[in-house]
Antibody, heavy 117, light 109 residues
Framework: EVQLVESGGGLVQPGGSLRLSCEVS????????VMWVRQSPEKGLEWVANINEDESQKYHADSVRGRFTVSRDNAKNSLYLQMSSLRVDDTAVYYC??????????WGQGTLVTVSS | QSALTQPASVSGSPGQSITISCTGT?????????VSWYQQHPDKAPKLMIY???KRPSGVSNHFSGSKSGNTASLTISGLQAEDEADYYC?????????FGTGTKVTVL
């Protein structure tokens, strides 16, 4: 069974930093693109970033470029999202997902990030 | 990149068929055969229902089907069932980014 488990969410002040992690099991993690997506009541679902198998290709949405960085550690079957200069409108549930054919085949359960003073 | 446009809500009686539209532009939906659809029940993660415009992943019921014409993709649910009541989102590759739809709440009357 494929499982993705996110962690690292929580309450942070505006301007602060947070690192999200996503551990994958039941799938050959090193052979797949992976992605971060977030969801908030105000903006709905939003693509955040994605990364290829060997980290040679990384893409970030305009709304987070320069503040967020996606990375991975294939030895640990893990995906990361380093978030800095956080803003109130970054508040959302953050999901990691395994992607193929430009679709999100498997999703984690999500981790809530709340940016508030 | 603007969100793809979906109707806010669609409803139908059990056994009926409903169709959800997803309108984009020639830069996303109209340029690639890469629209996917997701079902989301309350407090759950989204679930892939259709990918590459028309393909169903293993395990997804064949009463879900996808189609596309020009800049508009559609998801049809045939033989509506109570468990189909959920939110549905479309999603498309857009060249250098990805864009989701605004979401449609499906109600089974």
């Amino acid at each position: 069974e494929v499982q993705l488990v996110e962690s690292g969410g929580g309450l942070v002040q505006p301007g602060g930093s947070l690192r999200l992690s996503c551990e994958v099991s039941g799938f050959t993690f090193s052979n797949t693109w992976v992605m971060w997506v977030r969801q908030s009541p105000e903006k709905g679902l939003e693509w955040v970033a994605n990364i290829n198998e060997d980290e040679s290709q990384k893409y970030h949405a305009d709304s987070v470029r320069g503040r967020f960085t996606v990375s991975r550690d294939n030895a640990k079957n893990s995906l990361y999202l380093q978030m800095s200069s956080l803003r109130v409108d970054d508040t959302a549930v953050y999901y990691c997902a395994i992607t193929d054919y430009h679709a999100l085949f498997f999703w984690g359960q999500g981790t809530l990030v709340t940016v508030s003073s | 990149q603007s969100a793809l446009t979906q109707p806010a809500s669609v409803s139908g009686s059990p056994g009926q068929s409903i169709t959800i539209s997803c309108t984009g532009t020639s830069s996303d939906v109209g340029s690639y055969n890469l629209v996917s659809w997701y079902q989301q029940h309350p407090d759950k993660a989204p679930k892939l229902m259709i990918y590459e415009d028309t393909k169903r992943p293993s395990g997804v019921s064949n009463h879900f089907s996808g189609s596309k014409s020009g800049n508009t993709a559609s998801l049809t649910i045939s033989g509506l069932q109570a468990e189909d009541e959920a939110d549905y989102y479309c999603y498309s590759f857009a060249g250098t980014s990805y864009v989701f739809g605004t979401g449609t709440k499906v109600t089974v009357l």
